[in-house]
């Protein structure tokens, strides 16, 4: 079996920033009108009055302070409040497609070689802009990669679970490299005017070149990976093509993101914290002794949680990587933000951990160690 490693990254940010404060106001406004208009129903018990939000309460909940997006004018305006992103002919590159050739290439120019060396294409992430064609076989031919390519999304671990199938891919020899992309418009898929959910996504992409240990002159040596799934419907999005078959249940709630986030917080991070240990300890790694951990930017106070649980004390300031208050929550792709924007300090030999948990419940641990 060939050992691979993480040969480079690569990373797309979209232009426009959004912040809790220019978020919680178009978000007040909604409130503001709606608890007018309903007044009479308020008073009487049969509505139930909406409720403001504060860019504090944000903050304290969620550690984020603001966002990427890849439209804002759509956002901040109170009679939409989703983002306008105008639909593109089928000859025209698709916007999801769009965003991860851009990681993709950033990725490229960073390995130092030609898309002609990449056998494989793999679009991992939570959406995907259409049942089919593949995403991955859109970005495949746009960056002239010969090979096969295909989409798979297990929700956040995505990038996690899309590592590990490179890297198994290369082991077994049926491809040099692989190019993992996420390309994540979690805007489109987000209820802003759900009070609990509509500060917590972002939008970014995000690329991954897995390649033979043998062919690489740098990179990350894949020490393990591996990934856990158990089923809970405490995150979902109940959006797809059967939606055309019940038309009473479009436009309810659960075709957009929805969590149990007490829920969610107490049963992922035990369940997280132990498969970490757990696969540490059968790699013969001392969890305590990793150097950096690049976990999923879900929120901060898991994220605080999950790294004192592992590193056995409070993590050092630079050892548990969060990037959430600048990118807030973007699914599969924030782990590998955190690693691509986090590693430069790192020396022969030093070890991470690069994890991702979300929907499924999902999970995928990834060690890693400087070539």
């Avoid at 860019?55 to 984020?64: D, M, P, T, V």
């Avoid at 983002?83 to 002919?89: A, L, W, Y």
């Avoid at 630079?318 to 990118?327: K, Q, R, S």
């Amino acid at each position: 079996m060939t050992t691979a490693v993480i040969a480079a990254t690569g990373l797309h940010t979209p232009s426009e920033s959004l912040s809790n404060a220019e978020l919680v106001e178009t978000f007040n406004t909604y409130v503001e009108r709606f608890n007018a208009a309903n007044a009479e129903a308020i008073a009487a018990g049969e509505v139930q009055a909406l409720t403001p939000s504060s860019a504090e309460f944000i903050e304290k909940a969620s550690g984020i302070k603001s966002r990427y997006v890849v439209n804002k004018s759509g956002l901040v305006d109170p009679d939409l409040m989703r983002p306008i992103i105008p639909e593109r002919s089928n000859e025209e590159l698709s916007v999801l497609a769009e965003i991860a050739v851009e990681a993709a290439k950033d990725a490229l120019a960073r390995w130092g070689k030609p898309a002609s060396e990449i056998d494989a294409v793999i679009c991992a992430a939570s959406n995907m802009q259409r049942a089919y064609p593949a995403m991955a076989i859109e970005v495949q031919q746009a960056l002239g990669i010969e090979g096969f390519a295909f989409d798979m999304n297990v929700a956040c671990s995505s990038a996690t679970f899309g590592i590990k199938t490179a890297a198994d891919f290369v082991a077994s020899g049926s491809a040099r490299a692989v190019l993992m992309v996420n390309p994540e418009i979690c805007s489109g898929h987000l209820n802003f005017r759900d009070r609990d959910s509509h500060f917590i996504f972002g939008d970014v992409a995000t690329a991954v070149i897995v390649e033979r240990a043998d062919q690489a002159s740098d990179g990350w040596e894949i020490l393990g990976a591996r990934l856990k799934t158990q089923f809970s419907n405490n995150i979902r999005n109940n959006f797809g093509f059967l939606n055309r078959a019940a038309p009473e249940g479009v436009g309810q709630p659960d075709k957009l993101f929805v969590q149990e986030g007490r829920k969610v917080f107490r049963e992922v991070v035990p369940m997280v914290s132990e498969m970490i240990v757990e696969h540490a300890g059968d790699l013969g790694i001392d969890p305590t002794g990793l150097k950096r951990l690049w976990l999923h930017q879900a929120n901060i106070n898991m994220n605080e949680l999950i790294g004192k649980r592992v590193l056995g004390r409070e993590p050092q300031p630079g050892e548990n990587v969060i990037i959430l208050d600048e990118y807030a929550n973007t699914s599969s792709a924030g782990s590998i933000i955190a690693f691509h924007k986090a590693n430069q300090d790192f020396q022969p030999g030093d070890t991470g951990l690069i994890c991702s948990f979300g929907a499924g419940y999902s999970a995928g641990t990834v060690f890693v160690r400087k070539r």
